[in-house]
């Protein structure tokens, strides 16, 4: 277990954040990438209307630079990389179409639902060339099942899962970049303790850079993460979650 190199992971992942900062926060500003306020919710977030958006973009970076320092390279690697930034590229597309086209719901149940199946897929091949077991453990007890190739159906249900419900949560100034550190740190003691090297410098590098985004993210809000950041985290833990064999936890 090595918790030196998840937490040089961390901090290093967090300077990079907060430098990062202070470069795309004016550019998002000066390309008018605001956020477009639904006027169906509470009045008092219309203020936020035209905060920048897509601030997700300083995470991923982050993150990415700091895993590709810390991590080695193997099947692991590839997976965890492509379910983050294959679905933070779904709510890229999803921050530019409410930006570039002036309308508040981006892309269309069908069309993200469609990319983030495809990114699901992509996963899946990536897993089964690893020889990832297909069985699925009960946390606290002994017992699992081996499911097959229903597997496959239960990681694509698994992103589906966890992407949306991590997007749901992305709503007040801080709260996901809030809880998302928690609960990555979370994962990144369990893939230790799981010796999954790869998923916890993974997780502790998403630590930093959410922390790092935190900085500027915090209220009152200079920078909202926007799809692209909260489906891309979605998508990690979903990894996370498969690789350690903690799909039910």
């Known amino acids: 277990m090595d918790y030196a190199s998840a937490l040089w992971t961390l ?31 509470p009045q008092s977030h219309l203020k936020k209307s035209g905060t920048p958006t897509m601030g997700g973009i300083i995470i991923l970076l982050a993150m990415t630079i700091a895993f590709l320092k810390f991590s080695d ?33 981006g892309l269309t149940a069908k069309q993200k639902l ?38 496959y159906i239960l990681v694509v249900i698994i992103f589906f899962a966890s992407t949306n419900a991590v997007n749901f949560t992305d709503g007040l100034d801080g709260l996901l970049s ?26 502790a590098a998403v630590v930093g850079a959410v922390l790092g985004f935190l900085v ?11 799809d692209s950041g909260s489906l891309g985290l979605g998508g990690g833990i979903g990894a996370v979650a498969i690789l350690t064999k903690t799909e039910l936890l």
């Open 11 to 41: 901090g290093v992942s967090f300077l990079l954040a907060v430098l990062l900062g202070p470069l795309c926060i004016p550019m998002l500003r000066r390309l008018k990438f605001g956020q477009q306020v639904r006027d169906d919710g």
């Open 73 to 105: 390279r193997g099947w692991p690697f590839w997976a965890l990389l492509v379910a983050s930034l294959g679905f933070g590229l779904v709510g890229f597309l999803d921050d530019f179409i409410k930006i570039a086209m002036k309308r508040s719901l």
């Open 114 to 151: 469609f990319g983030q199946l495809l990114v699901s897929i992509v996963f899946c091949f990536i897993i089964n060339r690893m020889d990832l077991s297909t069985a699925v453990g009960v946390p606290g007890t002994d017992w699992s099942l081996d499911l097959g190739w229903a597997y």
């Open 178 to 203: 809030g809880t998302s550190a928690l609960a990555f740190g979370a994962f990144a003691i369990v893939a230790l303790e799981a010796t999954q090297q790869q998923s916890a410098i993974f997780s």
């Open 216 to 226: 500027y993210n915090a209220h009152p809000a200079k920078v909202f993460m926007g």
